[in-house]
């Protein structure tokens, strides 16, 4: 999870996809633009996730500032290993938006990373 955080960071999508497993992976990924600054990652928990597990599920929140306000995503992920590498499969939002809790706007971009509108992508959960 950390490593993918950091490559929200660097807005290295190629990692982004490559580490997000076919199954689910988009074709593509719009990464934020300029004004998102993310500021923090903190693991709320995990479950599983070991060298001997097949599974595995990280709970974080994750801060940013945009347009002079600050946010946070706070999702639990799932993710699968493979031939020794893990994979991220999705997530579900706990809480998104803004730090009174929030959610985005319907025709706002998702804050997964996918690009679409989060009314067609996390917003249908």
């Not at 599974?55 to 946070?72: D, K, L, P």
């Amino acid at each position: 999870m950390r490593s993918r955080y950091s490559a929200f960071v660097l807005k290295d999508a190629a990692y982004l996809l490559r580490t997000w497993h076919p199954s689910t992976r988009p074709a593509g990924i719009g990464l934020d633009p300029d004004d998102v600054h993310w500021l923090a990652l903190t693991i709320v928990r995990t479950e599983a996730g070991t060298d001997s597990d097949r599974n595995g599920m990280v709970e974080f929140i994750a801060r940013y500032r945009t347009n002079g306000q600050t946010a946070s995503l706070h999702e639990a992920s799932r993710f699968t290993r493979e031939e020794g590498a893990w994979y991220y499969l999705d997530g579900k939002f706990e809480r998104s938006g803004t730090a009174q809790g929030g959610k985005p706007g319907r025709n706002a971009a998702c804050p997964c990373g996918s690009g679409k509108k989060y009314k067609r992508c996390c917003g249908r959960q």
